[in-house]
């Protein structure tokens, strides 16, 4: 008993020392080395792993820039200065580029637009209303209501309205575009946070039903693009804006009878900051 008790116990001691020594060849091996810069560029990144960039998180978008297949501006969270500091560790440029924050195209809320006769029951999501029944709104083309974007937000950084629409809350915005990503109206679209000019709204039906289901909808009629030289045209009855002609001083604002082209940032009663 004694004699198979100590063999059963040199047997396993030798196997356990074999399998070991096994591992520690192996280790040195295969082992791959991990360059040192991963972990210092992913120390200046934000860790909101919030997926704006494209990648599967802040560690994955570090790699994605010490291999070279990511920009250092890629990071839609990441403030100007550790940008800065990033671009100086790789050896790299980095362009001062203007954030880009959510703009919500669409001012047809419960106040504006009109409600379809039958009620609706069912899921009560953005993605599933348009699906299932083209939301409650009679335009096709508008803010569903839902919160999809709302919900997408990890930053809460966006909110619904008393008028059922939703409403970005700036100072807590990082851009990370997942909001934008969410609508499947496609009605928010991220825009540097300096431009303020835009068409409030995505309804492309003609003038007399624009202006029949929401008192916000661009009637398509071409009174703001007749003056603008080139930085507002009419494509398929709604209002674009050609940012790389627009001339604020020469737009006629006070002609859109909807509102919906709206200047940000303008003390006017029509056209509220």
């Given at each position: ?192 946070k300096d431009r303020m000019i835009f068409v409030y709204c995505k309804n492309h039906d003609d003038p007399k039903t ?6 916000a909808a661009c009637l398509g009629c071409g009174a703001c693009a007749r003056k603008s030289e080139g930085g507002l ?33 303008v003390p006017d009663s029509r056209n509220p900051s």
């Amino acid at each position: 008993m004694e004699l198979t008790f100590w063999i059963a116990l040199a047997t396993m001691g030798g196997l356990g020392l074999i399998f070991a020594g096994a591992l520690a060849i192996a280790d040195k091996k295969l082992r791959v080395k991990e360059n040192p810069l991963i972990g210092k560029v992913n120390e200046l990144l934000p860790g909101a792993n919030c997926g704006g960039c494209g990648s599967a998180g802040c560690y994955d978008f570090a790699v994605k820039l010490v291999e070279g297949k990511a920009s250092v501006n890629g990071c839609p969270v990441n403030d100007t200065d550790s940008v800065k500091n990033i671009a100086l560790l790789l050896g790299l440029d980095a362009d001062d580029s203007v954030r880009l924050i959510p703009r919500i195209l669409c001012r047809g809320g419960n106040n504006e637009a009109v409600q379809k006769m039958a009620e609706y029951f069912g899921p009560l999501s953005c993605s599933a209303m348009d699906i299932v029944s083209g939301g409650t709104k009679l335009c096709y083309y508008g803010c569903l209501g839902g919160g999809d974007c709302v919900k997408a937000c990890p930053f809460d950084a966006m909110v619904m309205n008393d008028n059922n629409l939703p409403e970005l809350i700036e100072e807590l915005c990082t851009g990370c575009g997942l909001c934008a990503k969410a609508c499947p109206r496609n009605i928010i679209e991220m825009h540097p946070k300096d431009r303020m000019i835009f068409v409030y709204c995505k309804n492309h039906d003609d003038p007399k039903t624009s202006k029949s289901i929401c008192k916000a909808a661009c009637l398509g009629c071409g009174a703001c693009a007749r003056k603008s030289e080139g930085g507002l045209a009419v494509i398929n009855n709604l209002g674009v804006v050609n940012y790389d002609r627009i001339n604020p001083d020469i737009i006629p604002f006070e002609k859109c009878s909807s509102g919906a082209l709206t200047r940000l940032n303008v003390p006017d009663s029509r056209n509220p900051s």
